[in-house]
């Protein structure tokens, strides 16, 4: 189950990466989050817990756009399933 989160995870980030309108700062947060979800080091829920801090703390970032605000709860939700 984990891997099909990560996966569904994995393209809402590419979005967010691809996308201009977004700030650097946020980019980037989510091509760190994509990179750690790829990695098979450790545990799922480990890295589903790691995401989960980076993300939830850019998503309280003032200068975030709705639609990316939006974007990454999605990715939050998908990996609060995973974490359970």
């Given amino acids: 189950m984990g891997t099909?989160?990560?996966?569904?995870?994995n393209q809402i980030l590419k979005h967010i990466m691809g996308d201009t309108s977004v700030?650097?700062?946020?980019?980037?947060?989510?091509e760190?989050?994509?990179?750690?979800?790829?990695?098979?080091d450790?545990?799922?829920t480990v890295r589903a817990s790691t995401v989960i801090?980076?993300?939830?703390e850019i998503s309280n970032d003032?200068?975030?756009?709705?639609?990316?605000?939006?974007l990454i709860w999605n990715v939050l939700s998908e990996l609060e399933s995973v974490r359970e």
């Fill in 4 to 9: 099909e989160a990560f996966e569904r995870c």
């Fill in 23 to 30: 700030p650097r700062n946020i980019r980037r947060a989510a």
């Fill in 32 to 40: 760190e989050s994509k990179n750690l979800l790829s990695k098979d």
């Fill in 42 to 44: 450790d545990e799922p």
């Fill in 53 to 56: 801090s980076i993300l939830d």
């Fill in 62 to 70: 003032p200068n975030i756009p709705i639609h990316a605000r939006t």
